[in-house]
């Protein structure tokens, strides 16, 4: 199976900070990375498709760029509403879909 | 507006059995394949199954091959997971989920293993 390794686990930032996060795959995934935003008691919310496509909706402040097995979520200027959860996810091989274990993006 | 609405969840002793199902409503279900990620508490998301729109490709993580089986209904726009011989750690969150990617998700139905 293809595992997806993130990083930092948590990241403190603040308001308007720009802050990015890593994903690694063991094996190259092409462009089929997604990322997810999670808030407590909330079901996650789908970011980015195929590495750097925004879904419906998402704020032009979130950005996805890699492919092969380095990818990076970029969130240029912190908004209080973007402290949560966050997981990439590769879907190369729909026999086995694999999250990141997560980053915790909390408020300095 | 695309809602997806789990159901059957709940608390069983190891070994038993549970079906979850979740209605799909506001979007064209058929053609879409469909998946089952769950969430341990205070853990990370783990893709449970998938199975694509005519139900012709399904596939499992391996802690749960052999116990889990998805399904669909696509003249009822349902999903199902069929799950036997269950442990204390499939205790978790049950979403289901249209896709990969998951563009929309259920609410979650929880489904805890203890005696």
């Known amino acids: 199976d293809i595992q997806m390794t993130q990083s930092p686990s948590t990241l403190s930032a603040s308001v308007g900070d720009r802050v990015t996060i890593t994903c690694r795959a063991s094996q190259s995934i092409s462009s089929w990375l997604a990322w997810y935003q999670q808030k407590p008691g909330k079901a996650p919310k789908l970011l980015i498709y195929k590495a750097s496509s925004l879904d419906i909706e998402v704020p032009s402040r979130f950005s996805g760029s890699g492919s092969g097995t380095e990818f990076t979520l970029t969130i240029s200027s912190l908004q209080p509403d973007d402290f949560a959860t966050y997981y990439c996810?590769?879907?190369?091989?729909?026999?086995?879909?694999?999250f990141g274990q997560g980053t915790k993006l909390e408020i300095k | 507006e695309v809602q997806l609405l789990e159901s059957g969840g709940g608390l069983v002793q190891p070994g038993g059995s549970l079906r979850l199902s979740c209605a799909a409503s506001g979007f064209t279900f058929s053609p879409y394949a469909m998946s089952w990620v769950r969430q341990a508490p205070g853990k990370g998301l783990e893709w449970v199954s998938s199975?694509?729109?005519?139900?012709?490709?399904?596939y499992y993580a391996d802690s749960v091959k052999g116990r889990f089986t998805i399904s669909r209904d696509n003249s009822k726009n349902t999903l199902y997971l069929q799950m036997n011989t269950l442990r204390v750690e499939d205790t978790a969150l049950y979403y289901c989920?249209?896709?990969?990617?998951?563009?929309?998700w259920g609410q979650g139905t929880l489904v805890t293993v203890s005696s």
């Open positions: 199975i694509s729109g005519r139900g012709d490709s399904i």
């Open positions: 989920a249209k896709g990969p990617p998951f563009n929309y």
């Open positions: 996810q590769q879907y190369e091989s729909y026999s086995a879909v694999t």
